[in-house]
Nanobody, 119 residues
Framework: QVQLVESGGGLVQAGGSLRLSCAAS????????MGWYRQAPGKQRELVAF???????RYADFVKDRFTISRNNAQKTVSLQMNSLKPEDSANYYC?????????????WGQGTQVTVPS
């Protein structure tokens, strides 16, 4: 049974930072692309960042050097360091596993962690 458990969300003022983490179990972590997605109320879920098995990284344009994705295969975790947060970054952030460079959305999803940046 695959489990992805996110942590690290919360409320932060504009310009602040948060670090999200996702702990994976039930998969061969090192063989899976990992990603972070987000969904705000009334909007579609969108890719934030993706890191491939080989460590290649893709970011959404709105990240603009503010976010950093990383993975630790030994600990089976993927993290998202978010700096210079803006109110428009407020959303539920989801960990994803099993994606590829061509299709970053894999079949496995976490429950999400809420990030709120008041305006």
């Amino acid at each position: 049974q695959v489990q992805l458990v996110e942590s690290g969300g919360g409320l932060v003022q504009a310009g602040g930072s948060l670090r999200l983490s996702c702990a994976a179990s039930g998969i061969i972590f090192s063989s899976n692309g990992m990603g972070w997605y987000r969904q705000a109320p009334g909007k579609q879920r969108e890719l934030v960042a993706f890191i491939s098995v080989g460590g290649f990284i893709r970011y959404a344009d709105f990240v603009k050097d503010r976010f950093t994705i990383s993975r630790n295969n030994a600990q089976k975790t993927v993290s998202l360091q978010m700096n210079s947060l803006k109110p428009e970054d407020s959303a539920n952030y989801y960990c994803n596993a099993g994606g590829t460079w061509r299709d970053t959305a894999g079949p496995y999803w976490g429950q999400g962690t809420q990030v709120t940046v008041p305006s």
